[in-house]
């Protein structure tokens, strides 16, 4: 994937320029109710940002009536599949997230093409991938764990959300960088897996910030790295993944994608109008709140991130053998 720093994320003027289109075809859009798919059940990230950014259209005043659409199943790969062979008039959208790219990597079954079946929009924000402890573990940091000998540290075990997950693919990921091989122990979810962590029953885990940061703040978990390209500023004593295994930068983000085809006055549209929404004084503070990054805005700039992606994890895929059909 692109790495890129916190630096990095700012509107670009690819996003606040896209209103040169036709005015005309601009005008005609939206005219009727967008159905806004999430490809997961509600009250997760996904949902809560997705739902947000629809509604902030709707206010605008600009003829936007969002409809979110929760399609969980296989990974999210139902409704991605949906959105996909779609009408590509832009009143079906996918709300997409770091699964985008893994799944087709590791499942042969995903009957759709991440960048062939679809055109990008816009990223919206970013959480990164943490690598968190309990208190009472020797290392801590990545450069002590990896300084640790061999032999133990193939007895150590670290928690995932899940098979094919974002924080399991960013170990896999991590293991062909730098050989660590630890016990991989995959959870039906992130939250029993941190809460086994602050019980003491697992030693490691590895997920997004977002849920792992009340952890660290409350010093019931402790982090030992942050897969971003530079420092953190709101963990700024945490190493990079990158200070010990270049090239390791991952991040759990959220984008709009419309089925393939889609007219580019409209996806322009999109974009502007979504860039407009996440200036938004509140919803800045609900993502920040969310412990979410700002992201490159516009669709040249979520093309480029999503292509690193996929070559990505279709690396990682290719190399660890992963398969979970």
Same mark, same amino acid.
């Given at each position: 994937?692109?790495?890129?720093?916190?630096?990095?994320?700012?509107?670009?003027?690819?996003?606040?320029?896209?209103?040169?289109?036709?005015?005309?075809?601009?005008?005609?859009?939206?005219?009727?109710?967008?159905?806004?798919?999430?490809?997961?059940?509600?009250?997760?990230?996904?949902?809560?940002?997705?739902?947000?950014?629809?509604?902030?259209?709707?206010?605008?005043?600009?003829?936007?009536?969002?409809?979110?659409?929760?399609?969980?199943?296989?990974?999210?790969?139902? @409704? $991605?599949?949906?959105?996909?062979?779609? =009408?590509?008039?832009? &009143?079906? %959208? !996918?709300?997409?997230? /770091?699964?985008?790219?893994?799944?087709?990597?590791?499942?042969?079954?995903?009957?759709?093409?991440?960048?062939?079946?679809?055109?990008?929009?816009?990223?919206?924000?970013?959480?990164?991938?943490?690598?968190?402890?309990?208190?009472?573990?020797?290392?801590?940091?990545?450069?002590?764990?990896?300084?640790?000998?061999?032999?133990?540290?193939?007895?150590?075990?670290? @928690? $995932?959300?899940?098979?094919?997950?974002? =924080?399991?693919?960013? &170990?896999? %990921? !991590?293991?062909?960088? /730098?050989?660590?091989?630890?016990?991989?122990?995959?959870?039906?979810?992130?939250?029993?897996?941190?809460?086994?962590?602050?019980?003491?029953?697992?030693?490691?885990?590895?997920?997004?910030?977002?849920?792992?940061?009340?952890?660290?703040?409350?010093?019931?978990?402790?982090?030992?790295?942050?897969?971003?390209?530079?420092?953190?500023?709101?963990?700024?004593?945490?190493? $990079?993944?990158?200070?010990?295994?270049?090239?390791?930068?991952? &991040?759990?983000?959220?984008?709009?994608?419309?089925?393939?085809?889609?007219?580019?006055?409209?996806?322009?549209?999109?974009?502007?109008?979504?860039?407009?929404?996440?200036?938004?004084?509140?919803?800045?503070?609900?993502?920040?709140?969310?412990?979410?990054?700002?992201?490159?805005?516009?669709?040249?700039?979520?093309?480029?991130?999503?292509?690193?992606?996929?070559?990505?994890?279709?690396?990682?895929?290719?190399? $660890?053998?992963?398969?979970?059909?």
């Amino acid at each position: 994937m692109a790495h890129l720093s916190r630096r990095s994320f700012v509107v670009s003027g690819a996003a606040t320029g896209l209103t040169a289109s036709s005015a005309g075809a601009q005008a005609a859009y939206p005219s009727q109710t967008i159905r806004l798919v999430v490809p997961y059940a509600p009250g997760g990230g996904s949902d809560f940002t997705g739902r947000l950014v629809a509604q902030k259209l709707q206010e605008m005043g600009a003829g936007y009536n969002l409809i979110v659409d929760n399609k969980p199943g296989a990974a999210g790969m139902l @409704g $991605t599949e949906i959105v996909a062979r779609a =009408p590509a008039d832009g &009143y079906t %959208l !996918l709300y997409a997230d /770091v699964a985008h790219g893994i799944n087709p990597a590791v499942y042969s079954k995903a009957r759709y093409d991440p960048v062939k079946n679809f055109v990008p929009i816009t990223l919206v924000g970013a959480s990164p991938q943490v690598l968190v402890a309990h208190p009472s573990f020797p290392a801590n940091s990545l450069k002590e764990l990896l300084a640790m000998p061999r032999d133990q540290l193939q007895k150590i075990a670290v @928690g $995932t959300p899940g098979q094919g997950s974002g =924080p399991h693919l960013t &170990y896999e %990921l !991590l293991r062909t960088k /730098v050989g660590l091989d630890l016990v991989h122990v995959p959870y039906k979810g992130g939250g029993p897996a941190l809460n086994d962590a602050i019980n003491g029953q697992i030693p490691l885990v590895m997920n997004a910030m977002a849920p792992v940061m009340p952890h660290l703040q409350s010093g019931k978990l402790k982090a030992l790295a942050i897969a971003t390209a530079e420092r953190h500023p709101r963990l700024p004593d945490v190493q $990079t993944y990158a200070e010990s295994a270049p090239g390791v930068v991952v &991040y759990n983000w959220y984008g709009f994608l419309a089925p393939a085809g889609t007219p580019p006055a409209v996806t322009s549209k999109l974009a502007a109008d979504i860039s407009r929404v996440l200036l938004l004084p509140d919803v800045k503070e609900k993502f920040d709140a969310a412990f979410l990054d700002p992201m490159p805005q516009g669709s040249v700039e979520m093309a480029r991130f999503l292509d690193g992606e996929v070559r990505q994890w279709k690396a990682v895929a290719v190399e $660890t053998g992963i398969s979970l059909d």
